[in-house]
């Protein structure tokens, strides 16, 4: 069950829900195959080429945990976003204390379609959230339901 799942608010519905964008994977991935090259080359030596793979590895694992256990949610009523797994950052927003999304891409966010979310509540709070996959969709469906509530 999802975060988001369990912490619904009587008559909420969940309407958008994401996770981050593959990207957070690269440096992760890249450390694996430097640490390969290292090791097939056997120019540093061994011991310390299995030690940088072992150490890549579990890099790819702990970004692979952050992945499955992120997410980022739109409901009819809140913004949800919770990060991380034995680190968990979340925060719930009622859509009416939203005084904006601002979104931060730059040229490879736009390449490849992520970005940094920063939700500006009331009373002048900000939370950025970063490799958002799609993020002016994500900013779009909060306007959206900021827009609904607001005639309704």
Not at 23 to 49: E, K
Not at 94 to 111: C, K, P, S, T, W
Not at 112 to 128: A, D, S, Y
């Amino acid at each position: 069950m999802l975060y988001a799942e369990k912490t619904l608010l009587p008559g909420e519905k969940i309407l958008y829900y994401t996770k981050p964008h593959y990207i957070i994977f690269y440096r992760a991935v890249l450390w694996v195959v430097f640490a390969a090259l290292i090791l097939i080359s056997n120019y540093i030596g061994t011991f310390i080429g299995k030690l940088l793979l072992l150490t890549s590895i579990f890099s790819c694992i702990n970004v692979f945990i952050d992945y499955y256990c992120s997410e980022f949610v739109i409901t009819n009523k809140r913004v949800l976003i919770k990060l991380g797994f034995i680190r968990r950052q979340s925060l719930e927003i009622f859509l009416e204390r939203i005084e904006g999304i601002y979104v931060d891409q730059g040229i490879v966010g736009r390449m490849l379609n992520f970005g940094t979310l920063i939700v500006g509540g009331i009373g002048g709070t900000k939370n950025p959230f970063f490799y958002i996959p799609d993020p002016i969709k994500f900013r779009s469906n909060v306007q959206q339901q900021i827009q609904a509530i607001s005639k309704g």
